[in-house]
T-cell receptor, first 112, second 114 residues
């Protein structure tokens, strides 16, 4: 089952603008992760936020986590054409061991 | 070069045939995973292994089989019992332990059933 649901499903912005995508999940988690996938390729890990953290930064990425609302957001600032990809959230739910449950993804297109 | 490799990149199979997808990692990771991705969809877990000689079913294990005889290798067999096998298959690995850490992905194998 896919625990994470992301919105929007697709997002198109101009280079230099910020991109925000959201993820909702259903059960208690140990951590939440964001991954990026370029078309036809494997996924690349971007950032991990633990259940006791509320915000985390990595370069142009900012992730927030609200465990009371069971939701997370990924903000990409000053987007570039090279950021064009699909972005997935993945949750490590409590009691799930090493398993991750992936969301449905947001397709981001950054236009010049 | 440390990483995770999958072969082949593209695979064509006739209906009724079994086919095996290769996944190898040299990251010294204990845990390995197989996912299936359909167009425009997220990843669904097929099988996972937390240690050599042990593996568990994921959410969509029917029609698939795996083995974990070596730490480095986790091959996936798509059997003729899998009713709709055409998909993109991704292998991943992680350090292991508990709590769900970062997973490292291979480049994927695209399987097409003719």
């Amino acid at each position: 089952s896919q625990q994470g649901e992301e919105d929007p499903q697709a997002l198109s912005i101009q280079e230099g603008e910020n991109a925000t995508m959201n993820c909702s999940y259903k059960t208690s988690i140990n951590n939440l992760q964001w991954y990026r996938q370029n078309s036809g390729r494997g996924l690349v890990h971007l950032i991990l936020i633990r259940s006791n953290e509320r915000e985390k930064h990595s370069g142009r990425l900012r992730v927030t986590l609200d465990t009371s609302k069971k939701s997370s957001s990924l903000l990409i600032t000053a987007s570039r054409a090279a950021d064009t990809a699909s972005y997935f959230c993945a949750t490590a739910f409590t009691g799930g061991g090493n398993k991750l449950t992936f969301g449905t993804g947001t397709q981001l297109k950054v236009e010049l | 070069d440390g990483g995770i490799t999958q072969s082949p990149k593209y695979l064509f199979r006739k209906e009724g045939q079994n086919v095996t997808l290769s996944c190898e990692q040299n990251l010294n990771h204990d845990a390995m995973y197989w996912y299936r991705q359909d167009p425009g969809q997220g990843l669904r877990l097929i099988y996972y292994s937390q240690i050599v000689n042990d593996f568990q079913k994921g959410d969509i294990a029917e029609g698939y089989s795996v083995s974990r005889e070596k730490k480095e290798s986790f091959p996936l067999t798509v059997t003729s019992a899998q009713k709709n096998p055409t998909a993109f298959y991704l292998c991943a690995s992680s350090i292991g332990g508990q709590g769900g850490g970062e997973q490292f992905f291979g480049p994927g194998t695209r399987l097409t059933v003719l």
